[in-house]
């Protein structure tokens, strides 16, 4: 799935991004901090915000590319509103968490680390969320759910959008 970025809608975060990059120029090792603010004001990386890099701290685009890649933090895909996390550690493993993961994938019509084509929905699988003793457990943005079960799922999303598209 392919996200368009809106120059136009993003013209004042873009002068303001612009300004940060002239101000860490010379600053050596500053292509992470650079990545680092973009990943915060538009939430994702865009390609033409890491073309913008490239630019503005006169590196190789491929020197920009290869290191969003290499760390885990840095994001190409856009959030959505919502973040769906499914603990997938061992004790929720256990209690079928993996069940759970594929349940929000086929209503939602997405994969773990993909999000919604209306930007609604987000689904990350994580690790532990340390309340082992609840599995297992789902976090909707800051809400934890406990002992969740497959038929919970739905409800779940209904919470936060009245208007969730579907995949049969």
Known sequence: MEFTFDLE????????????????????????????????????LPQEIMEMIASGLAVPASKVFGVATYYS??????????????CLGTA???????????????????????????????????????DCSKAPVVVVDEDVYAKVKKSDVKDIIAKYSQEVECVD
Do not use: W
């Open 9 to 44: 809608k993003n013209k004042e975060k873009i002068l303001e991004f612009k300004e940060f990059i002239l101000e860490h120029r010379k600053m050596p090792g500053a292509l992470i901090p650079v990545l680092q603010e973009a990943q915060v004001k538009f939430g994702y």
């Open 73 to 86: 933090q840095f994001t190409f895909i856009p959030k959505g509103k919502h973040n769906i996390s499914i």
């Open 92 to 130: 929720c493993y256990v209690k079928g968490a993996q069940d759970i993961l594929e349940e929000f994938e086929n209503i939602l019509g997405i994969k773990g680390g993909e999000t919604t084509p209306n930007l609604q929905f987000s689904i990350t699988d994580c690790r532990c969320v340390g």
